[in-house]
């Protein structure tokens, strides 16, 4: 591909969008040149460019001033994202999912996240994945365009060579940073990069294109799996975060692991180990009633309620904590970490409107709510309600004063609804770990 010929490719595949063009943007090569050609595509205005700062390089500082710089003087709106990447276990992996989540954290639903990939990056992926006994899916490596935490995710360049940015990056005379990190030969992916890829292409020139078609094909099959996969899931009476166990035993082991895959990435959860998997049948399909066994990995968590399979992210099981103080009429929302409430045309809970603030907590235990001349036992109505005991623990209360005055997925106590006329606050409650 020539240098001229990638800015009208751009313009051709972006311009449709409505929302945004957020762009990784780490001042390498790849995402050096994405930005220029973008800009050359006539882009520039719709374009953010975010920089993720890991902070794991002496001149991390130096190479955010340089991204800055490069954004400010193509006119290009730029944001630095400083990120924590201590821990244990994989450095590469901790990274890669720091980055990800600081990325999408600034995609809005209309808006897409832009990756600089190339095709030396998907054969490397490929190689990757095949080494570690990835399946279709793995194997499919990275796709143009993919669907992540209800995000869409592109990777324009992913057919361009990396031979064909270079020479694009000479032509625009672009300048451009080189991470020392990737050429440290204990990470594996730049092990493969430095020492197996060259001699892979020094005996098959055409390796990297190669494996690109075989990515592709593999990619179509596995869109087909994961068709199957809905298909399972829906006959399973699946919802959300949980399926019936019924339908799941009816089913094959292998079209059970391969439901339980798809799932997982329509959750935007990473699967769990194979040996996880087989644990469902082993622990959870022949729990008695009165169990809540679970199975958990560090991306998710397994548990069996009620005769349903439920699957959720680690922090959807985190309880609401804290007292906190609200008064809707000086602020429309209230952020409580993952879990908001806030005033919406809609609000699933109508409270008369007292002028005075709002006192929003989880339930610890005994609290009642006066419902219909009766005061009932709020976690008992949950209960009723076949609400698991992980939710309920996320599910706020609200009181003025003392007075329990209403309670998400219960409603609002007597004396408290708003009548007709009257000014009121209609409550909307969102969870985005559910």
């Not at 799932?263 to 990473?270: L, M």
């Not at 985190?318 to 007292?323: A, F, I, K, Q």
Request: overall charge neutral; hydrophobic content about 45%; glycine content about 8%.
């Amino acid at each position: 591909m020539t240098p001229d010929a990638l800015p009208d490719q751009l313009r051709h595949s972006l311009g449709g969008i409505q929302g945004r063009l957020v762009l990784g943007y780490s001042g390498g090569l790849d995402s050096s040149v994405l930005l220029a050609a973008l800009c050359r595509a006539g882009l520039a205005e719709r374009l953010l460019a975010v920089h993720v700062h890991h902070g794991l390089h002496a001149d991390a500082d130096q190479w955010l001033a340089h991204c800055r710089r490069q954004a400010e003087q193509a006119g290009v709106d730029f944001i630095a994202e400083h990120v924590d990447v201590a821990g244990k276990g994989n450095l590469e992996q901790r990274a890669r999912r720091a980055r990800r989540q600081a990325l999408l954290g600034h995609v809005g639903e209309q808006d897409v996240l832009l990756l600089a990939h190339h095709r030396q990056d998907q054969a490397e992926t490929l190689m990757l994945r095949l080494l570690r006994g990835a399946g279709a899916r793995g194997l499919a490596a990275m796709v143009p365009v993919q669907r992540w935490q209800d995000r869409d995710i592109y990777r324009p360049l992913l057919m361009v060579s990396r031979a064909d940015l270079a020479q694009a990056a000479a032509a625009w005379q672009l300048p451009w940073l080189d991470d020392p990190a990737n050429d440290q030969l204990h990470f594996d992916r730049n092990f493969l990069r430095h020492r197996v890829m060259p001699v892979v292409a020094e005996r098959w020139p055409e390796a990297a294109q190669s494996m690109q078609l075989s990515a592709s094909v593999l990619a179509e099959q596995a869109d087909l799996l994961d068709e199957l996969a809905w298909q399972d899931f829906v006959g399973c009476d699946g919802g959300g975060d949980s399926l019936a166990l019924t339908g799941w035993a009816e089913l094959s082991p292998p079209r059970r692991r391969n439901l339980m895959y798809g799932w997982c990435r329509r959750r935007g959860i990473r699967p769990p180990p194979a040996d996880r998997v087989a644990r469902i049948d082993t622990e959870l399909v022949p729990a008695a009633e009165d169990r809540q066994p679970e199975i958990c990995w560090p991306d998710g968590v397994l548990l069996r309620y009620r005769q349903r399979l439920w699957l959720l992210s680690p922090s959807a099981r985190e309880p609401l904590t804290g007292c906190h103080l609200w008064q809707p009429a000086e602020q429309s929302q209230l952020c409580l970490g993952e879990i908001s409430v806030g005033l919406a045309e809609h609000g699933e809970l109508i409270l008369r409107a007292t002028g005075q603030p709002l006192q929003i907590r989880a339930a610890e235990g005994g609290e009642r709510i006066l419902l219909r001349g009766r005061h009932r036992q709020v976690s008992e109505l949950w209960r009723v309600a076949g609400i698991p005991p992980w939710r309920r623990q996320r599910l706020p209360l609200f009181f003025i004063g003392d007075e329990l005055v209403a309670a998400a997925a219960v409603g609002v106590a007597d004396g408290w609804s708003a009548v007709p006329g009257e000014a009121a606050f209609r409550l909307t409650i969102e969870d985005s770990a559910l």
